[in-house]
């Protein structure tokens, strides 16, 4: 991995030299566009309205306008700006972990000792453990003034980007308003459909299926000559006319909770969730591009 940023966690006396990296990366297939008609490459260029030419990166600076007035900022301006040349990760408070709503989670990074010495480092890591408590921090990177939350997983503090306040929206439906009653009945039958799946949480046993069939399509694709029958490599689609059916709640948990018991066996599964194979043929996956056996993203690898 490569530093991105250098700088130092301080709060109170104590200061922490760190290196910060992404903790995430993407794995996606990379696509880009083609004309239809010839497979030709589409392009986009920025040109200049003024005088009509292409325009290198490093000859284009930033502005704002503000409908009457246009103010061009070059790249020194915006690093004379006292809060893009601070280097230090403030600590503004220390709170219970709890408290922190997951939905105000932005990126993600690793901090890593940027000193001989770790004690100061270890000693903070440990102090965050120890009190079960999340440090809220304010630092600038990137051209901008940053939230976030410094925490520990495993033996490394990891800083998480926090979006402010102000870009958190807040739900409010209609349809809400109206309180269903909600017999014991089914809120039992709903527990026992929870406790049925429950499972210690295993992120490496899901995959991103999307992925997983784009590059069955890729090679495919490539293996029969660029030419190739999505249903050939896919299977037919299964029928949705059962599935789209409204069902009662307490049917739909009570074939839920059978489902289950069973394995998964009464929706054309087997035990693991693999789709069952039709006669003479092999398990269908389902298409990308809409198909009704393809699933979201995040399904278990190998289900």
Not at 46 to 52: I, L, Q, Y
Not at 64 to 69: I, R
Not at 108 to 118: G, K, V
Not at 134 to 157: C, N, S
């Amino acid at each position: 991995m490569r530093a991105i940023w250098k700088g130092a966690v301080a709060f109170g006396l104590v200061n922490v030299p760190v290196k910060v990296y992404s903790a995430t990366e993407d794995h996606d297939v990379a696509l880009h566009q083609v004309h239809d008609k010839d497979g030709g490459r589409i392009r986009y260029q920025r040109r200049c309205e003024v005088c009509g030419k292409v325009v290198d990166y490093a000859n284009i600076d930033k502005a704002y306008d503000d409908g009457e007035h246009t103010v061009i900022l070059t790249a020194e301006d915006l690093e004379s700006l006292p809060a893009e040349k601070s280097r230090e990760i403030e600590v503004v408070e220390f709170i219970p972990s709890e408290q922190l709503d997951p939905i105000m989670l932005d990126r993600s990074y690793y901090l890593e000792p940027d000193s001989s010495s770790t004690k100061a480092y270890t000693l903070l890591r440990r102090t965050l453990e120890k009190t079960d408590r999340t440090a809220i921090v304010k630092f600038a990177l990137r051209q901008k003034t940053r939230l976030g939350a410094l925490r520990v997983r495993g033996d490394v503090l990891m800083l998480q980007t926090l979006l402010w306040a102000d870009e958190v929206r807040e739900a409010s439906f209609p349809s809400l308003e109206e309180k269903p009653r909600i017999s014991a009945k089914e809120l039992e039958m709903s527990a026992a459909l929870v406790d049925s799946f429950s499972e210690d949480f295993a992120p490496e046993e899901f995959e991103d299926d999307y992925q997983v069939q784009l590059r069955q399509l890729l090679e495919a694709k490539i293996a029969q000559g660029d030419a190739i029958d999505t249903e050939a490599t896919f299977g037919e689609p299964a029928n949705e006319e059962e599935g789209a059916k409204v069902l009662d709640l307490m049917e739909a948990l009570r074939r839920s909770v059978e489902r289950t018991k069973s394995g998964g066996k009464n929706d054309g599964k087997d035990a693991k969730g693999k789709a069952a194979a039709p006669e003479g043929g092999k398990p269908r996956t389902g298409a990308p591009g809409g198909r009704s056996t393809a699933r979201a993203a995040g399904k278990k690898k190998g289900a």
